[in-house]
């Protein structure tokens, strides 16, 4: 694996490459991001990795200084599944002045996640399109634990007519169910046996859900009321239509329930798709 530090020279290296899968990554790796690795491959011949912490999606109070780092462990990681390149730029290679022009996007990205971290997917936007104009990609991989986000990138590649497939990764789990999340590491012992309640949630409102109990409210009460009695802080816990995240309507063919609470000071996401 070839390690590339500066824009110029990942475009040189680039220069001539057939097909590319591209997955960015803020590092910190876990089996899912190398999953993602593994389904980059089976789309392109090159597959090339970023691993950048980008500064203009964490809000004040958040964890920007203290989100994982751990660059060594990761380049073994990734050598280990045979990426090609891995760009990983400082903070002064991407943003050599002020990131003045940022990505403008649609209204659903102040909804969910957005409602609770303002300006945090103006940020990843921002950022991703940067790296997909450095990188030009064919294929760009994201994961579906991360679902908003995963909408968003799919709407800004769509509306700015890029010349890219995004492909979407199943979300990988612990064997009780938890997702895996960088932030995972941040949960004490107590918290971590407690961690799959959100998963725990999620499944028993999709199984009512395709049981035929499709009261969206009174689902989505239950299980909020279960997670606040067991000490966690909901953000949100809500069924969507899966394709355009709105609230479900006449016309919705599928749907997605997406929670996001507090653990003490763990902050967790996930979904099912129903």
């Given amino acids: 694996m070839e390690t590339v530090e500066t824009i110029c020279a990942l475009r040189e290296r680039l220069r001539g490459e057939k097909a590319i899968s591209f997955v960015p990554t803020m590092g910190n790796l876990h089996e899912g991001h190398l999953e993602l690795t593994r389904l980059a491959r089976r789309h392109a011949g090159c597959v090339v990795a970023s691993l950048f912490v980008n500064r203009l999606q964490f809000g004040i109070g958040e964890d920007f200084d203290r989100y994982p780092r751990t660059f060594g462990e990761d380049c073994e990681k990734l050598e280990r599944e045979s990426v090609d390149i891995l760009f990983a730029p400082n903070e ?5 002045v002020p990131q003045e022009v940022t990505v403008s996007l649609p209204k659903i990205a102040e909804a969910l996640c957005g409602a609770h971290r303002p300006g945090h997917f103006r940020g990843m936007a921002t950022v991703v399109l940067k790296l997909f104009n450095i990188v030009q990609p064919d294929f760009a991989v994201f994961g579906k634990k991360d679902y908003q986000q995963l909408h968003l990138v799919s709407k800004m590649v769509e509306q700015l007519d890029l010349p890219i497939t995004v492909v979407a990764g199943e979300t990988v789990r612990e064997a009780d169910g938890l997702a895996m999340s960088s932030r995972n590491r941040y949960l004490s012992e107590a918290e971590r046996r407690e961690a799959n309640r959100l998963y725990f949630n999620l499944e028993k ?18 299980a909020k009321n279960d997670l606040e009695k067991r000490g966690w802080q ?18 919705t063919a599928r749907f997605v329930v997406l929670g996001a609470a507090r653990l003490g000071k763990t902050r967790l996401i996930d979904n099912l798709e129903i």
């Fill in 92 to 96: 002064s290679e991407l943003y050599p």
């Fill in 205 to 222: 409102t999709r199984l009512a859900w395709l049981s035929g109990k499709t009261d969206c409210r009174s689902l989505e009460r239950e």
């Fill in 234 to 251: 909901v953000d949100y816990f809500e069924i969507r239509d899966a394709q355009s995240l709105e609230r479900p309507g006449p016309s």
